[in-house]
């Protein structure tokens, strides 16, 4: 028998489904496993993940509940072929929650695929436990507490193991603890909301840079079909001027060192007989070429 705890918040924020999947996976195949809960709950579908992980394990497993199995950490509990919990172990179950942000119809679409999350959850334990599922449905609208006590009266759990001898003070801790744990299961429902916007979040940032991306490549690729139809009519000028007879443009010969005044280089101009060659050298040195004009004046 191998021990996996699964004590903490079930997804990113806590222990995913990878990271629980592994330790699955480095249980020997012959031996069962017990996971053992104390955990808030947490993501729905790192939850189902782990729930099919467990059950695609040759050796079989069971659950323990050791302190408190609320919203997705329950429905572990629920469906394991067998549970036992401790005498102070809680339960609860409630509404699959979430949060949107988009237009009306984006929310609603939402709020159908909550509730689809929702009819499984309700499914599988209306299947546990033999209750009818308008029942179990009640229960999670009304979100629901239960001790270890209540949950074996409903079925949902095998049995409750004996207290320590060292906790049987805390004998009365699930009357006492309800109030408490509920305040913090409401503050980690905030949080949990507050995740949830940030994600999405996230997600339109993504959609918003695979948008700007895809845009991008579009463009790139218009700029590639226009620099391929350039290429094209290059070559095309290229044989016609072949066809023609006209002698490709030389290569502008440079001015030697030397040659840097103006008058040396209106001089050099002389030299050039080819007119394309004579029309890119003025362009290129067109302020000396007037400078040395204006001075060719000046002396006359």
């Known amino acids: 028998m191998t021990e996996l705890y699964l004590y903490d918040t079930i997804g990113a924020f806590g222990i995913s489904a990878n990271a629980f999947i592994e330790q699955i996976q480095a249980v020997p195949a012959d031996s069962a496993i017990t996971v053992c809960i104390n955990s808030d709950g947490g993501s729905v579908t790192d939850g189902n993940a782990i729930i099919a992980a467990l059950q695609r394990h040759p050796a079989g497993y069971t659950a323990r509940v050791d302190g408190l199995a609320a919203s997705m950490a329950a429905v ?98 699930p009357i006492v603890a309800k109030a408490q744990l509920g305040n913090i299961v409401s503050e980690l429902k905030s949080l949990r909301e507050i995740v949830a916007v940030k994600e999405n979040e996230i997600l339109a940032l993504r959609s918003s840079t695979t948008e700007l991306q895809s845009k991008y490549e579009a463009e790139s690729a218009k700029t590639s079909a226009a620099q391929s139809e350039v290429n094209k009519w290059k070559e095309l000028h290229a044989q016609l001027k072949a066809s023609l007879g006209i002698a490709p443009a030389a290569v502008v010969p440079p001015i030697a060192a030397a040659a840097k005044s103006p008058t040396e280089i209106a001089a050099h101009l002389q030299t050039i007989t080819d007119p394309v060659m004579r029309s890119q050298y003025f362009r290129d040195h067109r302020d000396a070429l007037l400078a040395a004009n204006n001075a060719e004046r000046a002396r006359k």
Not at 95 to 105: F, L, R, T
Not at 108 to 134: H, L, M
Request: hydrophobic share 50%; proline share 2%; with cysteine.
């Open 76 to 173: 572990i509990a629920f469906t394991a072929p067998s549970c036992v919990a401790s005498d102070g172990a809680m339960f609860m179950v409630h509404n699959v929650q979430g949060a949107a942000s988009g237009d009306a119809d984006e929310i609603r679409a939402y709020a159908d695929i909550i509730q689809k999350f929702n009819d499984s959850i309700v499914a599988r334990i209306a299947a546990k436990t033999g209750k009818s599922v308008e029942e179990i449905a009640a229960m999670l609208d009304e979100e629901t507490w239960l001790t270890a006590q209540e949950a074996l009266d409903m079925g949902l759990i095998a049995s409750i193991t004996a207290p320590l001898a060292a906790a049987a003070q805390l004998k009365e801790f």
